[in-house]
C-alpha cells in the first residue's frame, strides 16, 4: 500500500556505476552499456534506456543516478553502431531484435530482479516500442515519450510528401558513430538543393538512409517492415505515452494509445495512459513554446509521473495510477488541464465548417470566409505556385533544431499576407469554444500539372490579430489514391483531397 510506497521513494541508496560492460546480440555484436546500481540493495527493479545519442551525457547520467538512488537498477546502452557499441547503424531497422536480446540479458543479470521498464524520449522511445512486440518475458512496462510508430508517415512522408527539415537535419546529425555537428550547414540554401538523393553528398556526407529514404517515396516493403501499427496485439504491456501538441508525432502519440487502449494483447496493455501538453518535441522543458507563454501551470514532472508507473508496474505498488483517467490533456487558450477516458472525446460535438468566398480568397486581405453554413453556387479560389519562392514553414510541428526551423507557435500573418495563400477566416466566436479533437479538411482543388501538394493549417486569430497556428498537414496528389503507388493527376481534373 502507500507506506511501501513512501518507504521505496524515500530510502536514499549509493550508487556504483559500471561503465562499458559489452551486452552480446544474437549477431555476436557486443553493444555498450553503462549500469547505475543501487549500492547493497540486492535484485531491484531495472529501468533499462536505449540511445543513438550517447549514453554518457550529463541528462542521461543524472536519470540513471536519480533511478538508482531510489532503488532501481538502471541500464543504459548506445545502440548498435554508435558511440561505444560494436556493429553498423542503420535508423529503426535494428532495434527490435537488439532491445529484445537486451532485455533478455537485463533480466538474468543478478543486479536485476527480473523485471524490467523501458523509458526515454524521440529515438530511446522508439527503441522500446520496437522491441515491445516481440515480447521479453522480462518486460513488464514502457515510458515512450515523443514517437511514431509507421515512420513513413509519421517521420519521413506525412501525407506522401517528403518532411525535408526533418529528414535533413536529423539525418546528418546522426551520421557516423558520434554526434555530428551541423551548425555550418548554409541551411537556406541546403534546403533548396537539387535532386534530393545526393544532398547528402553536397554536404560532404555519405548516408546510406538518406539514399533509401529517398529511393522510397511510396509505402513499400522497406516501410512495411519497420511499421509498428500492424502490430499492437503482440504488444503486452502498458505504455506511458507522452506528447505535446507541437511535436512533430502529435498525431501519432493518440494512434499508439489507441492501439494499446483499444487493441493491445493484454489486460495490462490496454492499461496505458497519454498526456499532451503545450509542448514542442522536448517535453515540458518550458512554459513557453514557440512564441506562446502557457503559463506555470502548464508544466509538469513528467520524471514524477514515470516513476510512479514504474512503481506500480515493476514493484507492484498499488498507488492507483491505472485507475487515473487515461488521458490528460492541455487545453491551450484556457491554459488549464483535462482529464478524458478516451480519444476522440465522448463527448465531441462533430462539427463541419465550410470556405467560401467570392473567388478572391487570396491573403488575409482577400474574401475568404470559414462558416457552418453549406457553400451555394460561389467561384473557385485559385493561386499560382511557384516552386522556386515555396511558403516557408514558420513554426508548428517541426523537429529537432528549433533554430534552424522554429517550432511551436508563431504568428502567421506575413505568411497569410502572401497571394498564392488562401486564406478563411470565420467571424469573431461569440462565446469560449473548445476545439479538442482530430481536425480534416477535405478540399476539392485541382491543378493544371502532374502533381503537386496541397497544405492546410487551422488558425487561432486573437482579439489583437495575432495568428497562432493550432495545427497542420499536407498531401503529395500522386498518393491520393493509394500511398503504396504514385499516380499522376489528370491536368485540370477535381479531386478529394483530405488534409
Known amino acids: 500500500g502507500p507506506i511501501s510506497f513512501f518507504h521505496a521513494m524515500n530510502q536514499s541508496y549509493r550508487v556504483d556505476r559500471r561503465v562499458d560492460v559489452r551486452v552480446p546480440m544474437r549477431d555476436g555484436v557486443e553493444l555498450s552499456a553503462d549500469l547505475f546500481l543501487p549500492r547493497a540493495a540486492g535484485r531491484c527493479p531495472t529501468v533499462l534506456m536505449r540511445t543513438p545519442y550517447s549514453n554518457n551525457n550529463v541528462q542521461l547520467i543524472e536519470k540513471g543516478t536519480r533511478l538508482a538512488a531510489a532503488g532501481y537498477a538502471c541500464v543504459i546502452q548506445d545502440v548498435r553502431g554508435r558511440w561505444d557499441s560494436a556493429g553498423d547503424y542503420y535508423p529503426f531497422t535494428n532495434e527490435a531484435e537488439d532491445g529484445f536480446d537486451t532485455q533478455e540479458w537485463v533480466g538474468s543479470q543478478d543486479f536485476s530482479d527480473g523485471t524490467v521498464g523501458t523509458a526515454g524520449a524521440s529515438y530511446l522511445g522508439t527503441t522500446q516500442w520496437r522491441s515491445a512486440p516481440l515480447g521479453s518475458s522480462y518486460l513488464k512496462c514502457m515510458a515512450p515519450r515523443v514517437i511514431c510508430t509507421d515512420y513513413h508517415s509519421g517521420l519521413l512522408y506525412p501525407g506522401g510528401a517528403l518532411q525535408l527539415n526533418v529528414a535533413m537535419t536529423w539525418g546528418m546529425r546522426t551520421h557516423a558513430r558520434t554526434g555530428q555537428d551541423i551548425e555550418f550547414h548554409q541551411w537556406s540554401e541546403a534546403f533548396r538543393h537539387l535532386p534530393l538523393h545526393d544532398v547528402d553528398s553536397s ?34 504491456v502498458p505504455a506511458f505515452n507522452m506528447g505535446g501538441w507541437y511535436d512533430l508525432y502529435a498525431s501519432q502519440t493518440f494512434s499508439n494509445f489507441n492501439g494499446l487502449r483499444l487493441g493491445g494483447g493484454s489486460n495490462e496493455a490496454r492499461q496505458s495512459k497519454l498526456v499532451v501538453g503545450p509542448w514542442p518535441h522536448t517535453l515540458s522543458a518550458s512554459t513557453q513554446t514557440g512564441d506562446v507563454d502557457f503559463g506555470e501551470v502548464s508544466l509538469v514532472d513528467l520524471e514524477a509521473e514515470e516513476t510512479r508507473w514504474f512503481e506500480r508496474w515493476l514493484r507492484g505498488v498499488d498507488n492507483g495510477i491505472e485507475h487515473e483517467a487515461p488521458l490528460r490533456l492541455f487545453l491551450m487558450g484556457a491554459n488549464r488541464w483535462r482529464d478524458a477516458d478516451e480519444w476522440p472525446l465522448a463527448d465531441t460535438d462533430w462539427q463541419t465548417w465550410h470556405l467560401h468566398s467570392g473567388g478572391q480568397a487570396n491573403s488575409v486581405l482577400g474574401d475568404g470566409v470559414l462558416s457552418p453554413e453549406a457553400p451555394g453556387d460561389e467561384n473557385p479560389d485559385e493561386f499560382i505556385y511557384d516552386p522556386s519562392h515555396p511558403v516557408q514553414t514558420a513554426g508548428g510541428n517541426n523537429c529537432c533544431s528549433p533554430h534552424i526551423v522554429p517550432w511551436g507557435p508563431h504568428d502567421q500573418r506575413s505568411v497569410e499576407m502572401r497571394g498564392d495563400v488562401l486564406v478563411y477566416t470565420s467571424p469573431p466566436m461569440a462565446q469560449d469554444t473548445e476545439v479538442t479533437g482530430p481536425i480534416e479538411v477535405v478540399l476539392f482543388a485541382a491543378t493544371d500539372g502532374p502533381d503537386t501538394d496541397f497544405t492546410a493549417k487551422l488558425v487561432d486569430v486573437w482579439p489583437s490579430g495575432y495568428a497562432m497556428n493550432l495545427c497542420d498537414g499536407i498531401r503529395r496528389g500522386r498518393f491520393l489514391e493509394s500511398r503504396r503507388a504514385s499516380k499522376l493527376l489528370q491536368a485540370g481534373t477535381v479531386y478529394e483531397w483530405r488534409i
Do not use: K, N, S, V
Open 203 to 236: 554536404a560532404g556526407r555519405d548516408l546510406p538512409f538518406w539514399q533509401d529514404w529517398i529511393a522510397h517515396p511510396a509505402y513499400d516493403d522497406y516501410w512495411e517492415a519497420m511499421d509498428d501499427t500492424r502490430l499492437f496485439e503482440q504488444i503486452t
